[in-house]
């Protein structure tokens, strides 16, 4: 008599060899991908201008604390666009039609899973380096939830305090794991405070693009509420911060110049060029010009911006 398992040809035993791997690597992909997702559209501003403030601000003293400070701020980022997006499927799919969301990549229930998975994570994660950096990760995860949950983002001055809540703590947990002490002198509580100040006066630069995303889930953004007064507001934001930064931290006329150049311009834009294109491409410029705005400290630790 023929054992059962002796009839089973050989070829699918091989055949399950070669794909089982490739179903491994394509569902790795697939929510490695959907993580990307997540998280793109805020690299450029979350991710790159907090990692250049902490590495000028802390100073970075290794490529070990600088490896660890952008991964702390990748994971924290992802809690935050996780929290963000878990409940603004109807909005993205009119500003942002390619997340996760409604792409149909995963669900509201899943990504609301996600996002308290993320907490936790995110919390271990932080307990690795002591508890005030734990402190630092449920301060944040407080923020998002009075953002989304108790909905400050409705309201155009709630939606900025979270702004200046988020960034600030990001900043502070980074700037403490790219130093050499998780004590912040005098500059970099300096330079979180002024941060802060930014974010409150500039950061609606971000709305303007999505107004009619806000305006049919109702919120009232600042460029919603008031969208002549809150382009002149950018305008002489950016004019004020450029001059007022650049002069602060003692940058040289050459490089103070430039700076004041790149605000005028992005203001302009923002107060004559009022469509969504242009809107677009005038917050990837605001970016930059914060990403700079982050980086100045770097002059009070190494005397870098004389020029």
Known sequence: MIPINSARPRFLDLQVL???PLGAANFFTYHAYT??????????TILLPLSFFACATAPVQSWQHLTQGVFWILTHQLMCNVSNQARSRAEDAINKPWRPLPSGRITEHQALLLRYLLVIL???HSALFGADMVLT?????FTTYLYDEVEMSSHWLGKNICNIAGY???????TKLMGITRDLDHVSVTSIC??????????????????????????????????GLSRAVTLAALICWSYGLSSFWGIGPALRTAYLAL???????????RHVEADRFSYVLYNVWLTFAHIMPAHARFGVFSV
């Open 168 to 174: 600030t703590t990001i900043e502070i947990g980074a």
């Open 35 to 44: 993580v990307f997702l997540f998280t793109v559209g805020d690299l450029k």
């Open 122 to 124: 995110c919390a271990c």
């Open 18 to 20: 070669i794909l089982a």
């Open 263 to 273: 605000g005028m311009m992005v203001g302009f834009r923002y107060y004559f060029m």
């Open 137 to 141: 990760t449920f301060g944040l995860f």
């Open 194 to 227: 002024l941060s802060g100040a930014v974010i409150l006066t500039t950061i609606q630069a971000q709305d303007f693009r999505d107004t009619d995303g806000d305006r049919a889930l109702g919120r009232i953004t600042f460029p919603i509420y008031a969208p």
